[in-house]
């Protein structure tokens, strides 16, 4: 147990449905990340917030769409995907100091998404 | 820009025997290093970590060393048990510019057969 809780842990939906992966940390923590892990691939970062606020979106599709209403939760907005975005969706958490240091980061069990 | 670069698997060992699982990075600058290690089904768990040239992180028998001159970091375990199958990855951060993104390897699969 990390202290990065994601849930569902398994999720399958079709290309139509609209669906939604939520993370919760009871670290403390103020930066939270969305990582994609795909097979046979680096795992990919895909959005950063730092106190609530979005820092970082790497390119993802619209078809993700985070929301981030606190610093505890974090939400990735799913809807019209493709089956290529079958994978496993990491959550994780860090604390970001006043220096703009970083603590590590702490991962969630993941979402085994599979889109059909 | 910054990557990583982990020796490809799978790498399938008898317990007890020696594992290197070698790491390069390349980055513009001077990152903290990290091993996360994935047990079947489960999320990332940080493994050990080093922050500066010549520090050395260590946790549960694994060692890595980060050496600057080779831009390394490989991971060591003297005497490996099945417990340690796992996938184990490679990453990099970068100081205050890049805020807290963590680049990663491929991951290496880990088998230890009894």
């Known amino acids: 147990e990390t202290g990065v809780t994601q849930t569902p842990r398994h999720l399958v939906m079709g290309m139509t449905n609209k669906k939604s992966l939520k993370c919760e940390q009871h670290?403390?923590?103020?930066?939270m990340y969305w990582y994609k892990q795909s097979a046979k691939k680096p795992l990919e970062l895909m959005f950063v917030?730092?106190?609530?606020?979005?820092?970082e979106n790497n390119s993802v599709p619209s078809r993700f769409s985070p929301e981030c209403p606190n610093s505890s939760h974090l939400f990735l907005h799913l809807h019209t995907l493709q089956p290529e975005d079958s994978a496993l969706y990491l959550c994780?958490?860090?604390?970001?100091?006043?220096?703009?240091?970083?603590?590590?980061?702490?991962f969630g069990q993941g979402t085994r998404l599979t889109v059909v | 820009g910054n990557s990583v670069t982990q020796m490809e698997g799978p790498v399938t060992l008898s317990e007890e025997a020696f594992l290197t699982i070698n790491c390069t990075y390349t980055a513009t600058g001077y990152p903290s290093l990290f091993w996360y290690v994935q047990y079947p089904g489960e999320g990332l768990q940080l493994l050990l970590k080093?922050?500066?040239?010549?520090d050395k992180g260590s946790n549960k028998g694994f060692e890595a060393t980060y050496r600057k001159e080779t831009t390394s970091f490989h991971l060591e375990k003297g005497s490996v048990q099945v417990s340690d199958s796992a996938v184990y990855f490679c990453?990099?951060?970068?100081?205050?510019?890049?805020?807290?993104?963590?680049?990663f390897g491929e991951g290496t699969q880990l088998t230890v057969n009894p």
């Open positions: 990453a990099l951060r970068m100081g205050e510019t890049s805020g807290s993104r963590l680049t």
């Open positions: 670290l403390g923590h103020n930066a």
């Open positions: 994780a958490s860090s604390a970001r100091t006043g220096g703009f240091q970083n603590t590590e980061a702490f």
């Open positions: 080093a922050t500066k040239a010549d």
């Open positions: 917030y730092n106190f609530k606020e979005q820092t």
